[in-house]
């Protein structure tokens, strides 16, 4: 498992990079040129800055969250062709920088959401939080405005180019189905997946967040059925899946390890966090610690133990602690602990197969 941490880039994020290599055994971040709107091709330059200055501090560079989806390619409009050759430039400069696995999601109009980033938990620390009552009452601007208006910083997922459309978006999709948005994707795959695959580049498709549709809109990477004929739609090893915990752990029928020992050789990206879900549809993020929420943490890790996973990983959200002023979902000091507790469980995993293995081989002498 190689371990990284997200990062959103100088001047972008409140962490200094200094401080997130005290963190044992990440050797990485994952990042992304957030300010470059969806469909536009990444200049080569930039993508070099932001390698050397990881370098600098001993990282490498080698996964990118995320290379945003243009809406007209999920919508399927004829305007896609464009927009998809900008993608294929884009991953043919990633792969010059030496990227190795780019993560993505086909998540109509909004990325992620929530209704609460501040969440307050008992011990007084907040969390993102997602009400289910509250979301059926809100007009999808109104969200907008509680969201976006509560962060000073611009957020993956609530770039003002795609809230700034938001209404012209939402009169695009209405009559778009479930099946209209598998067949675009699947047309966006055959053409970018032979140019990853050109490029030694892993593309890992990320789960919808949360695993239903919200407002209306379809979402279709939301639970095993779909991803295996996600899979299936070009059946390619560089058509992968960025396995989030977290966001298919908000529908409480998902078996998140079960997919992680199906899914094995797919997995390129692993996002591993905690929720807590409720019969009436909320959920809240908590911290990494199985017992903590109704993600079973525990058994992921020894899932991806068991398939000897070597693939990138990083501890996804994590709650805001100890007063930290910091990006919503993206502390440093909860992240760090949830490294800490995923790599508790990992060493000892390891461990226990090693000692098992000398066991079984006095057992032969
Ligand atoms: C939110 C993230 C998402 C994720 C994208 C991947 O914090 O988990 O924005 O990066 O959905 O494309």
């Given at each position: 498992?190689?371990?990284?941490?997200?990062?959103?880039?100088?001047?972008?994020?409140?962490?200094?990079?200094?401080?997130?290599?005290?963190?044992?055994?990440?050797?990485?971040?994952?990042?992304?040129?957030?300010?470059?709107?969806?469909?536009?091709?990444?200049?080569?330059?930039?993508?070099?800055?932001?390698?050397?200055?990881?370098?600098?501090?001993?990282?490498?560079?080698?996964?990118?969250?995320?290379?945003?989806?243009?809406?007209?390619?999920?919508?399927?409009?004829?305007?896609?062709?464009?927009?998809?050759?900008?993608?294929?430039?884009?991953?043919?400069?990633?792969?010059?920088?030496?990227?190795?696995?780019?993560?993505?999601?086909?998540?109509?109009?909004?990325?992620?959401?929530?209704?609460?980033?501040?969440?307050?938990?008992?011990?007084?620390?907040?969390?993102?939080?997602?009400?289910?009552?509250?979301?059926?009452?809100?007009?999808?601007?109104?969200?907008?405005?509680?969201?976006?208006?509560?962060?000073?910083?611009?957020?993956?997922?609530?770039?003002?180019?795609?809230?700034?459309?938001?209404?012209?978006?939402?009169?695009?999709?209405?009559?778009?189905?479930?099946?209209?948005?598998?067949?675009?994707?699947?047309?966006?795959?055959?053409?970018?997946?032979?140019?990853?695959?050109?490029?030694?580049?892993?593309?890992?498709?990320?789960?919808?967040?949360?695993?239903?549709?919200?407002?209306?809109?379809?979402?279709?990477?939301?639970?095993?059925?779909?991803?295996?004929?996600?899979?299936?739609?070009?059946?390619?090893?560089?058509?992968?899946?960025?396995?989030?915990?977290?966001?298919?752990?908000?529908?409480?029928?998902?078996?998140?390890?079960?997919?992680?020992?199906?899914?094995?050789?797919?997995?390129?990206?692993?996002?591993?966090?905690?929720?807590?879900?409720?019969?009436?549809?909320?959920?809240?993020?908590?911290?990494?610690?199985?017992?903590?929420?109704?993600?079973?943490?525990?058994?992921?890790?020894?899932?991806?133990?068991?398939?000897?996973?070597?693939?990138?990983?990083?501890?996804?959200?994590?709650?805001?602690?100890?007063?930290?002023?910091?990006?919503?979902?993206?502390?440093?000091?909860?992240?760090?602990?949830?490294?800490?507790?995923?790599?508790?469980?990992?060493?000892?995993?390891?461990?226990?197969?090693?000692?098992?293995a000398l066991c079984y081989q006095s057992m032969k002498i």
């Amino acid at each position: 498992m190689k371990m990284t941490f997200r990062w959103f880039g100088e001047g972008n994020d409140l962490i200094p990079l200094e401080h997130v290599k005290q963190i044992p055994g990440v050797e990485g971040i994952v990042w992304a040129l957030h300010d470059i709107p969806a469909g536009e091709e990444w200049p080569l330059d930039r993508i070099m800055e932001v390698k050397e200055l990881a370098n600098q501090h001993g990282f490498h560079i080698d996964v990118v969250e995320s290379v945003n989806v243009h809406e007209d390619i999920k919508l399927g409009l004829p305007t896609r062709d464009r927009y998809i050759a900008n993608y294929k430039r884009t991953i043919e400069k990633l792969a010059q920088a030496g990227v190795k696995v780019i993560c993505y999601n086909f998540m109509p109009v909004f990325d992620w959401t929530r209704t609460d980033l501040f969440k307050e938990l008992e011990d007084g620390s907040t969390a993102l939080f997602f009400e289910n009552a509250k979301i059926k009452d809100l007009e999808p601007m109104e969200l907008v405005k509680e969201i976006a208006g509560n962060s000073t910083l611009t957020m993956p997922g609530w770039e003002p180019d795609r809230l700034q459309s938001l209404s012209r978006l939402f009169e695009q999709y209405k009559g778009v189905t479930e099946e209209d948005l598998w067949a675009n994707l699947q047309f966006f795959l055959e053409e970018i997946i032979p140019v990853a695959e050109e490029n030694n580049i892993k593309m890992a498709i990320h789960p919808d967040d949360p695993p239903f549709s919200v407002f209306g809109l379809p979402r279709i990477i939301i639970n095993k059925e779909n991803i295996q004929r996600f899979l299936k739609l070009v059946d390619r090893p560089a058509n992968g899946l960025t396995l989030c915990s977290g966001s298919l752990g908000a529908n409480p029928t998902n078996n998140v390890a079960e997919m992680i020992r199906e899914f094995a050789d797919r997995i390129h990206f692993a996002h591993i966090r905690n929720v807590n879900t409720y019969e009436n549809g909320d959920f809240i993020e908590t911290s990494h610690r199985s017992s903590d929420g109704t993600v079973d943490i525990l058994g992921i890790m020894k899932a991806y133990h068991e398939i000897g996973f070597t693939g990138y990983a990083r501890p996804d959200h994590g709650r805001h602690i100890w007063g930290e002023k910091c990006r919503p979902g993206y502390g440093l000091y909860d992240r760090g602990l949830g490294i800490m507790y995923l790599w508790g469980i990992w060493d000892l995993l390891e461990r226990t197969k090693k000692e098992e293995a000398l066991c079984y081989q006095s057992m032969k002498i």
